[in-house]
Structures are given as structure tokens and as C-alpha cells.
């Protein structure tokens, strides 16, 4: 960082504080360097960690915090050296706008392993020195490298939220090769839930969704669960003791996790996605007895996020959304926190006209 790049200007929302709400703001961006990709974001999806990261929920949050990372848009400049994208392509960017490239885990794609990988929001920003900004903005500048197509096919407002909640469960059922013959339960109808569900039928399992809201039941069969079981239930949940292959947990709350290990067959593995403030307590005799498993799954790399977009452009899969205002979010994040949200809420950016 010998001299400061030359920044632009674009309209933002962000929070100052974790008790303060998001509003309106104005932010700098890096002009494209030349490996870089200048977006107009068209569409931003609502992911329950902008809402723990807003309120510092994780204890890493810089202010002014602008979240937002399921972000998807039109390029409007590249840099000369750009060769994969040009203006006017529909684009899209996760969880991630850059890492070392040279560590193991880059060289292999898991860039989301990488020790100096850099965060959509919350990491320090490479070319400015200072905390990287979100996708709630009308506009954003990334490396050409942590940039995706976008499946033409597919409604782009619908498809935003692939780029966090997508590939957060298609890599973990993917990894440990999720498919026919296997029982698959999916715990939490939210955001990434009613993906795993998606997915986990795409590939082949049967599906059984695990709701703390009666009133999802149908909406989970019809995502694609085979059986839904009400996890308040005690008898519905002690009906599935000891029959499940594997289980994705995508819960954002303080939960009783033992109860889910207890569902596990011999060698069954519980995998944890959700990121809830608190700790949750593992008890020993549901690991030790069965010989169970279990693990935790961060987002993805970037050739395993294009390779679930190509799979959700060839298979017509898309996210089940609630289109919002900006001027809505922090009412939208009220309504998260309530598990209210069919499935993903995505912001409208030209209502930050
Ligand atoms: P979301 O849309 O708010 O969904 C969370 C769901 O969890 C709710 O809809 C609800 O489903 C269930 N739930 C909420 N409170 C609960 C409670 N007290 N007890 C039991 N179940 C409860 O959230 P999301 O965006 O899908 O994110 C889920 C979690 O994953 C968050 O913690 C987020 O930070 C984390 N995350 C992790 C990664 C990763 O890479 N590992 C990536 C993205 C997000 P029901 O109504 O069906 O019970
Ligand atoms: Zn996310
Ligand atoms: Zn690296």
C-alpha cells in the first residue's frame, strides 16, 4: 500500500453500532485496478450472519459495518488485464473477494480455509487498509478471481442467495457424498435450510426436515423433505432415534444439538453450518456410543461455488425469496429473528435509488 488508490463514491447501508439500527450512508470503493471487476449490484440476499455480524454477535464487527454477501449484478468496468468478464455480464460474489492465492488450500480452491483469506465484510480490505464494506451498496469492486457467473437461465433475484446459503450446504453434502440410499435430516427451515433440503433431494437422499414451526410443514414438503418432524415433538423426535446417515444442522440459535446426535445411526455424522452466538454444549455418551461424528462446514471455495451454480442452472434451482426495499431491512431482520423469513429475504438495490 505505497500510495492510497483513487476511490469513487456509492450509496450503502450501514449500522454504527450493535444496538443501531442500518441506515442510509454514502461509502468509498477502490476504483478497478486492472485485475478488477467493477459491479453494479442488481440484488443482495439477507443472510442471518449480516444480522449476527451487525450486532457483533461473533465480537469481530468494525463500524460502520455494511453487511451483505450473497450479492449478484451487472459488470459496469473491468481492468485491462480482466480476461474472464466483460461490461454488461451478470456476475456474482459469496462469502469472499480474496485470499493469499498461494497457500495449499488456495492452490486446491478451498479458499475458504485460507489464514489470510479476505471476507466480503469484516476482513481488512487489501488496497485500502481499511475494513471491507458489503453488499448492501449499489455498487462494489472485486478481484476478477472471487467473481462468478451467473447461470443465465435462472431469476437473478432468486438466485442471489446461492452465494452464501447455496453453496454453504451444497459443499458439506457434497464432501461427505450426500445421496440415494442415505436418510439426510435437515435441522432449521431458514435461509440455508430450505436449501439443504433442496439439495440433499437433488442428490438423491431422503429427506427429512427437522422444524421448531409447526406451521413449515407443508412448505417442507413441498421444498422437497419426504417427512417433516416437528422437533418440539418428543415422541415425533424419539420415533427417529439411531436411523440417520448424516444431518445438517443450519440452526442460528441456542439449541440442544444432543438430541440430533441421538438421531445418528453407527458412524452417522452431524454437521454443523449454523453460527450461533453461544457455544452449544456436546454431551460425551451420544458421540462415545455409536461411534458418531461431528463436524462443522464453512461456506465453500471458489471452483466448488461455480460448480453448484452450474448445477443450479441445469437443474432450475433457485431460492424461495421475499423481495424487500432496502428502507425494509431492519424490519426484515426482526422478522429473521422470529423465523419468519419464506426463505431468504433479497434486497431490491434500485429501491436505493
Ligand atoms: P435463518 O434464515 O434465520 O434460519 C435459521 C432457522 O433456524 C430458522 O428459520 C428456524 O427454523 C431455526 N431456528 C431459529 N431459532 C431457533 C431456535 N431457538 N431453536 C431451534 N431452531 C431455531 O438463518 P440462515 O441465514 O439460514 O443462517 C443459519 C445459521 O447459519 C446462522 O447462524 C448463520 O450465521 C450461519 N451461517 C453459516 C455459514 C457457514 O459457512 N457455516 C454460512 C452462512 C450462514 P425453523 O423455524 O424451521 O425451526
Ligand atoms: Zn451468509
Ligand atoms: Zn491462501
Known amino acids: 500500500m505505497s500510495k492510497k488508490p483513487i476511490c469513487y463514491s456509492t450509496k450503502a447501508y450501514a449500522t454504527t453500532g450493535a ?84 497457500c495449499p488450500d488456495c492452490r486446491s480452491g478451498l479458499e475458504q480455509f485460507c ?5 466480503t465484510y469484516g476482513s481488512t480490505d487489501q488496497h485500502l487498509g481499511t475494513p471491507t464494506l458489503g453488499g448492501y451498496s449499489q455498487s462494489i469492486v472485486v478481484t476478477e478471481d472471487f467473481v462468478l457467473r451467473m447461470p443465465a437461465n435462472l431469476n437473478l433475484a ?41 439439495f440433499a433431494k437433488a442428490f438423491g437422499a431422503q429427506v427429512v426436515l427437522f422444524t421448531t414451526s409447526p406451521g413449515k410443514v407443508a412448505d417442507g414438503k413441498r421444498l422437497g423433505a419426504h417427512e417433516v418432524v416437528v ?44 453460527a450461533p452466538e453461544k457455544p452449544l454444549p456436546v454431551a460425551a455418551f451420544p458421540l462415545i456410543f455409536r461411534r458418531r461424528s461431528f463436524s462443522g462446514s464453512l461456506i465453500g471455495g471458489l471452483p466448488e461455488t461455480q460448480e453448484m451454480l452450474d448445477f443450479c442452472g441445469q437443474h432450475n434451482i433457485t431460492c424461495d ?32 435509488g
Open 19 to 102: 444496538t443501531a439500527p442500518l441506515g442510509a450512508t454514502v461509502i468509498e470503493r477502490r476504483s478497478p485496478t486492472p485485475s478488477d471487476v467493477q459491479i453494479q449490484i442488481q440484488y443482495c440476499g439477507v443472510c442471518h450472519s449480516d444480522l449476527h455480524y451487525a450486532r457483533n454477535e461473533w465480537h469481530f464487527t468494525q463500524y460502520p459495518a455494511v453487511p451483505g454477501h450473497e450479492i449478484v449484478g451487472r459488470v459496469t468496468a473491468v481492468g485491462s488485464g480482466v480476461k474472464k468478464f466483460k461490461v454488461g455480464d451478470t456476475v456474482g460474489v459469496g462469502c469472499l473477494v480474496d485470499s493469499c492465492r498461494t
Open 115 to 119: 489464514a489470510n483469506m479476505v471476507m
Open 158 to 198: 432468486a438466485a442471489a442467495p446461492l452465494l452464501c446459503a447455496g453453496i454453504t450446504t451444497y459443499s458439506p453434502l457434497r464432501h461427505w457424498k450426500v445421496g440415494p440410499g442415505q436418510k439426510v435430516g435437515i435441522v432449521g427451515l431458514g435461509g440455508l435450510g430450505h436449501m439443504g433440503v433442496k
Open 231 to 274: 422437533s418440539t415433538n418428543e415422541a415425533q423426535m424419539a420415533a427417529q432415534a439411531g436411523t440417520f446417515d448424516f444431518i445438517l444442522d443450519a440452526v442460528s440459535a441456542t439449541h440442544d444439538i444432543n438430541a440430533y446426535l441421538n438421531l445418528l445411526k453407527h458412524d452417522g455424522n452431524l454437521v454443523l453450518v449454523g
Open 321 to 352: 425469496i421475499e423481495l424487500i426495499r432496502m428502507d425494509e431491512i431492519n424490519t426484515a431482520y426482526e422478522r429473521m429473528l422470529k423465523s419468519d423469513v419464506k426463505y431468504r429475504f433479497v434486497i431490491d438495490m434500485a429501491s436505493l
